[in-house]
């Protein structure tokens, strides 16, 4: 074996290492539920899933188990002595309805269709 092919076994075996070593640091951890003011349900068709939520009505809506964040655009929202009915962009195809409820507030919520990109 040559002085270069050895070389260079030893360099990927090396960064193979390193990467490996590196993957569960990099892992993202998803939030808990302590983090948000509200913890909801909301079902767009394709099941239910919990999320966190806080106390402003534009934040993102966080998936508790994957992370993934959900951009809201309008909110149709009531609950004992109040109710929500607001649009914070224009609902279009790229928009998804989904059901809401956290406890407090019941209604819909309509979603810009994908996940929020950090």
Same mark, same amino acid.
């Given at each position: 074996?040559?002085?270069?092919?050895?070389?260079?076994? /030893? %360099?990927?075996?090396? @960064?193979? #290492?390193?990467? @490996? @070593? $590196?993957a569960p640091a990099s892992a993202k951890k998803p939030p808990r539920a302590e983090q /948000?003011?509200?913890? $909801?349900?909301?079902?767009? +068709?394709?099941?239910?899933?919990?999320? +966190?939520?806080t106390d402003d009505l534009w934040a993102p809506l966080v998936d508790l188990q994957t +992370?993934? &964040?959900?951009?809201?655009? #309008?909110? *149709?929202?009531?609950?004992?002595? %109040?109710?929500? !009915?607001?649009?914070?962009? *224009?609902?279009? &195809?790229?928009?998804?309805?989904? $059901?809401? !409820? !956290? +406890?407090? $507030? *019941?209604?819909?919520?309509? @979603? *810009? &269709?994908?996940? &929020?990109?950090?």
């Open positions: 074996m040559s002085r270069t092919h050895r070389l260079t076994t /030893f %360099f990927t075996a090396a @960064l193979v #290492a390193l990467s @490996l @070593l $590196a /948000f003011s509200y913890v $909801a349900q909301i079902d767009c +068709g394709d099941g239910a899933r919990e999320v +966190g939520s +992370g993934t &964040k959900y951009r809201p655009i #309008a909110w *149709k929202v009531s609950g004992e002595g %109040f109710s929500v !009915d607001v649009t914070n962009g *224009k609902p279009n &195809k790229q928009s998804v309805v989904c $059901a809401y !409820d !956290d +406890g407090i $507030a *019941k209604g819909s919520v309509t @979603l *810009k &269709k994908g996940p &929020k990109d950090d």
